[in-house]
């Protein structure tokens, strides 16, 4: 064991605070790094203040992030994909068993064996549970692992790891593409990412915001149509139109509004998580055979091909930097949708402390 620069919470009240962790020494297959940029997800939010207690509760003092990019420092003896010095990068998962089928399809992000970055039992035993990318350095097996493209810049890379992923799977399994009518629900972190994915994938893509301010990005970050979305005549004008409409919206809102955008056969996929269940009418889906689903990050693999995509296209999340002393600011400010359009904690912050 040897001890880590954090920050974490005490309880669901408690701001986020200076502390010291355990991390494993390297074992045969681990690769340890140094964060460098940690991006903010309204996840960790959620679980700082145990919003999702039902489904995942929060183990305090609680160690958030999994946006994280690094350089590294050391590798185990068993380790082939990387070396000291490789820029790298960790998202959601740290674990899975490797095994079962969905692991087999390189869907290990549905394992029921997996472990999530932060608050998950640490089978290595450093803490209770595992802590997160708010801190200097992290130890991962190198399965999790994944090589960062080098024209990109790692500030607007991190987010990539979730924002990314989270939006750029549900796009491919849903067959996003030319041709095709897409709406991103809610423009923050997982929304311009979504949005960017969807206009570099060709498809005629619509942008649903309850923020006026927002319209001109949207347009800068690749939507074709900015949509009001409480404005109900604009809503009414796209009515049975959209082939796919991804819901990345953090708080209760009205689904119904959308899931009647859908064209026959649509479909809506929800990677927003709010605190509260949604009222879903169940006539908005029977007429039209629309379909309402779910999709959580995604798997390594694909995360490594979207990250060469990424690559390809010159594709990074708009951030604000921030040091991590703003951490808290950053978690209020996050509430008010006031981001532009993702915090990407400078890890430098962290060791000068
Ligand atoms: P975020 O940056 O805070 O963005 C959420 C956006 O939702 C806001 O920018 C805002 O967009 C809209 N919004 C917020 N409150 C609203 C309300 N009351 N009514 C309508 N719209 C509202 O959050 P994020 O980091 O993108 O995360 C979004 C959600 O996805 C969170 O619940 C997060 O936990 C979840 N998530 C899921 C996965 C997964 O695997 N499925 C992965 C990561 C995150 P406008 O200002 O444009 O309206
Ligand atoms: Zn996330």
Request: aromatic fraction near 8%; charged fraction near 20%.
């Amino acid at each position: 064991m040897y001890k880590s620069k954090a920050y974490s919470a005490a309880s669901a009240t408690s701001p986020l605070a200076r502390t010291t962790i355990s991390r494993r020494e390297p074992t045969e297959k681990d690769v340890q790094l140094e964060i460098l940029f940690c991006g903010i997800c309204h996840s960790d939010l959620h679980q700082v203040r145990n919003e999702w207690r039902e489904v995942m509760p929060t183990v305090y003092p609680c160690v958030p992030g999994h946006e994280i990019v690094g350089r590294v420092t050391k590798v185990g003896s068993g380790v082939t994909k990387y070396k000291a010095g490789d820029l790298v990068a960790v998202g959601c998962m740290v674990d899975s068993d490797g095994t079962c089928p969905n692991c087999r399809e390189g869907l290990e992000q549905y394992c029921p064996n997996l472990t999530l970055t932060y608050n998950f039992p640490d089978k290595h035993g450093a803490g209770p549970v595992t802590y997160g990318g708010y801190s200097d350095s992290i130890v991962v097996h190198e399965r999790f692992v994944l090589r960062v493209p080098s024209n990109l810049s790692l500030a607007g890379t991190a987010p990539l790891l979730c924002a990314g992923i989270t939006t750029y799977s549900p796009m491919r399994h849903w067959g996003v593409t030319k041709g095709k009518k897409v709406g991103v629900v809610g423009l923050g972190g997982l929304g311009h990412m979504g949005v960017k994915f969807a206009h570099a994938l060709g498809a005629h893509t619509v942008v649903f915001t309850t923020s006026a301010s927002k319209k001109d990005d949207a347009t800068r970050l690749g939507a074709d149509e900015v949509v009001i979305s409480k404005n109900e005549g604009e809503m009414a004008k796209h009515a049975g139109s959209f082939d796919f409409i991804l819901d990345c919206v953090s708080a209760d809102h009205d689904i119904n509004a959308y899931i009647n955008l859908l064209r026959r056969d649509g479909t809506i996929t929800l990677v927003g998580a709010p605190e509260k269940p949604l009222a879903v009418k169940a006539f908005g889906l029977l007429f039209g055979r629309r379909s309402l689903s779910g999709s959580a990050i995604g798997g390594i693999a694909e995360t490594q091909e979207m990250l060469e995509f990424c690559g390809k296209n010159n594709i990074t999340s708009d951030v604000e930097v921030i040091p991590i002393q703003k951490v808290n600011e950053a978690y209020d400010r996050l509430v008010k949708s006031d981001v532009k359009y993702r915090f990407s904690i400078d890890m430098a912050s962290l060791k000068a402390e």
